[in-house]
């Protein structure tokens, strides 16, 4: 039963990755075929099976695609508009009208849910999608030109992770304005730095590797061998990690919007519904109100942990612990 | 030795001063906090007595200079809403911090290095199970949501203070910092407790075990002494970090428990945008994580000479 679900999503997953990136999985494929040749395809099949195999691993990847089809498809199934308020019908508990009931403004809680998830998913991807593509540059030049611009990038890197994570969003978004522009901005100042740093440290080691030395003696030029043969043997790692970030700035921006920060009062973000029903946290009969919220975001981020995990494991089964 | 220390404290200054020039850029960009508008009408004469009196006419790299030397004076300001120094602000706000850091990391260490040293010796068993499941659903759920169900079912019972927080009632600071500290374990101790284990199956394959199980010594003794101490090095790293934001203020977990620490401090700030209290909390947490981890690169070249030579 497993084997036609896992088929279709993981290359979903893939497709979404590749768009982001310039080398993406195929070209992955292609550039491991001169020193692992032997292994070539074989290699990306071994990684798919372990995949499957770990049963957390699959439960995360139904997550993942449960939600992005619920943020795709979720305005045209909501039962009412997420942003309508009625005060007429305010913290109503869960029932056949309101599933999860309604909130302090009579907004319906399962629109506000499901409006949630899309602008979570939204942001989770735009930001690490801009997070990737700053580190990656920014870690393949410093790791390939290394000299001056390794130095000054490196102090770069240094800078921004001297903020803690969530203070530094803070100041940004406060500093770029409200809305939830700014809080792509600020996630995405703040996400580059260990993309950067990974993927610097694969590069430096992939510099010296012999099909590098080749694809030079054939007249490649830099950019060429970048592009061609360095980054995709070092993206894999990358990749994983930008996984592993889209919970963390899926958190981030509910905490943002928990203290106030950010997306605006009206909007039902996970965030902003928790901090808003926070007066009601000791009142019976009103735990729908943060339970739905915290619940969706739990769910979420595990989802997300869950797959990131499981990739890990399956691209590299020794930092499991090894057998 | 002396020649890292040195860098690494130049280094040290250096991101400091870049960072709250940052700060200080970023929360002058907030706009002109004495500028009519459709709310308030503030007299052009009192606007400008306002800004000479908060430094405000000044020319920006001034106003960071004069920002910088007054920091090292200690001296940061008043705050714009009841004209409170905001250095006796943070003065009170910070033993609290600290003291909920503290207990922080010391419930998460212990918790965390027991599990992992149990899911790592009692291997694929029952209990290694228990840990890594727990672990991965701790790491995967935000601290807020965590700390938001423990307000709603556990707080104002046994000696838990209730939350919000009545003025009348003084609670005493163990009492206050339980609920807190717990909440910030709980995902740092599950971070521990996989790095832990994953170190310890590596050391538990190493030679030098199996000569202290050759040689005879105590499963107890190879265990605690041997493989404990080897595999520790990720672990405090970890925490060396972790003690560095959370000196800094949780903001998340002080804010939901009405803890009186920087972050609550910050928080509330944030609300009626109270621009000298969040520069000076932000400079403060920025200047407390990088000393930390400062501290902690030194600590770790000490006991390891391999950093220092490379």
């Not at chain 2, 005493?172 to 995902?187: M, N, S």
């Not at chain 2, 041997?226 to 990720?234: F, Y």
Request: with cysteine; proline share 6%; glycine share 10%.
């Amino acid at each position: 039963m497993t084997t036609p679900t896992s088929a279709g999503p993981p290359a979903d997953a893939d497709a979404t990755g590749s768009a982001l990136l310039l080398p993406g999985p195929d070209a992955a494929a292609s550039g491991t075929t001169v020193p692992l040749g032997a292994r070539g395809s074989g290699q990306f099949a071994d990684i798919r099976r372990r995949f499957v195999r770990n049963r957390l691993a699959m439960v995360g990847l139904a997550i993942v695609t449960v939600l992005i089809v619920l943020a795709i498809i979720g305005p045209y199934v909501t039962p009412y508009n997420a942003f309508e308020q009625n005060l007429a019908n305010t913290l109503q508990p869960p029932s056949a009208d309101h599933w999860f009931g309604t909130d302090v403004l009579g907004r319906d809680l399962f629109s506000g849910i499901i409006y949630g998830c899309r602008l979570a998913i939204l942001v989770g991807l735009l930001t690490v999608a801009f997070s990737l593509l700053i580190g990656l540059s920014l870690g393949a030049v410093a790791g390939f030109k290394g000299g001056a611009w390794d130095a000054v990038i490196a102090r770069f890197i240094d800078i921004f992770l001297a903020f803690p994570p969530l203070v530094g969003a803070i100041v940004i978004v406060r500093a770029v304005g409200g809305g939830v522009t700014p809080v792509i901005v600020a996630l995405v100042a703040l996400g580059w730095m260990t993309t950067a740093r990974l993927t610097r440290g694969q590069v430096l080691a992939l510099r010296e590797a012999e099909y590098v030395e080749a694809a030079r003696s054939i007249g490649a030029d830099n950019r060429r061998i970048v592009m061609r043969h360095v980054l995709p043997n070092a993206i894999a790692p990358v990749l994983v990690y930008a996984f592993t970030n889209i919970g963390v700035v899926i958190v981030a921006m509910a905490s943002l919007s928990y203290l106030g920060i950010g997306v605006p009062p009206d909007v039902p973000e996970w965030g902003r519904l928790i901090s808003q029903a926070t007066p009601f946290l000791r009142v019976e009969g009103k735990s729908h109100l943060w339970l739905a919220p915290a619940l969706a975001i739990a769910i979420t981020t595990l989802g997300f942990a869950f797959v990131a995990d499981g990739m890990r494991d399956s691209l590299d089964p020794k930092l499991r612990g090894g057998n | 030795m002396a020649r890292f220390i040195a860098r690494r404290l130049v280094q040290a200054v250096l991101v400091i001063l870049a960072a709250t020039f940052l700060i200080f850029l970023a929360t002058f960009a907030l706009g002109d906090p004495f500028a009519s508008s459709g709310e308030k009408a503030v007299p052009p004469d009192i606007a400008e007595a306002n800004r000479e009196k908060f430094g405000l006419d000044k020319p920006l790299p001034v106003q960071y200079l004069l920002y910088v030397g007054n920091m090292l004076r200690g001296d940061f300001g008043i705050d714009f809403d009841q004209h409170r120094p905001v250095s006796q602000l943070l003065e009170a706000a910070v033993p609290n911090t600290v003291r909920l850091a503290i207990v922080a990391i010391i419930i998460d260490v212990l918790i965390g290095v027991i599990a992992g040293v149990i899911a790592a010796v009692k291997r694929y068993s029952f209990w290694d199970v228990l840990v890594t499941v727990i672990a991965t659903l701790a790491i995967g759920i935000p601290v807020f949501v965590i700390g938001v169900v423990l307000v709603a079912n556990v707080s104002g019972w046994g000696p838990f203070p209730s939350v919000p927080r009545s003025f009348t009632v003084q609670v005493p600071w163990y009492q206050e910092v339980l609920l807190p500290a717990f909440t910030l374990a709980i995902i740092d101790a599950a971070f521990i407790a996989r790095l832990m284990r994953g170190s310890m199956l590596e050391v538990l394959r190493a030679d030098y075990i199996r000569t202290a199980r050759a040689k005879g010594l105590s499963e107890r003794r190879v265990i605690g002494k041997h493989a404990m101490r080897n595999s520790m090095i990720p672990v405090v790293t970890y925490v060396g970090v972790s003690l560095g934001v959370l000196f800094g203020g949780a903001i998340i977990t002080e804010t939901i428990f009405q803890y009186n620490g920087v972050g609550y401090l910050l928080s509330r700030a944030i609300v009626n945008s109270n621009a000298p209290i969040i520069i000076a909390v932000v400079v403060f947490s920025v200047v407390a994580y990088v000393l930390i981890s400062m501290i902690v690169d030194i600590l770790y070249a000490f006991l390891d000479p391999r950093i220092r030579l490379g």
